[in-house]
């Protein structure tokens, strides 16, 4: 294309000579020799220009070699980066399912840790109550018996006297000699029951 942008440039050159009348020239001679440096220009111009033409091809092809190389290595990267990607979505998929499973037993967990707590506060209640009432009846059972080993010890000290009282009678009656009896009555203290 450069090489026929330059031919038509010589074709449309016009040479526009001034005559001398007094000497003759040889003006078809000139002519040729304007026409032959024309050719030999036009001539170098084309080999110049096939020349850069063969040179910008092979540049071109090389460096059409080397993109098509560095596009199948984009290409090889961008599939590879694909493949990361989709394993990266699934995994994030993966891992928001297992937070919201977590987050759900999480609540559960929440929530039945929130009613072992009353269940809790209320068996803690019921033990207190039970506590005290077990205590109250301790109280009272620890009264009853100190009534009953003051009973018991009432009854021991009367059983003693009568004994002892049964003792002298037995040996007022081998001897012979009278004596005088007195009986204790001793009243027995009725509990009352609860």
Known sequence: QEL??????????????????????DLSRIVEEVRAQYEALALRSWEEAEALTRRKLNEGSSQSGTYGAHLLDSRREIADLNIQIQKLRSCIVSQKSQCLYLEEHIREAGE???VAL???KAKLVKLEEALQKSKEDMAHLVKEYQELMNIKLALDVEILTYRKLMEGEESSMEQPIPTVISAVHSRAKHRKWS
């Not at 010589?10 to 007094?22: C, M, P, Q, T």
């Open 4 to 25: 026929e942008e330059l031919l038509t440039e010589i074709k449309d050159v016009s040479v526009v000579l001034g005559i001398d009348n007094a000497c003759k020239l």
């Open 112 to 114: 039945h840790g929130e």
């Open 118 to 120: 009353k269940d809790a």
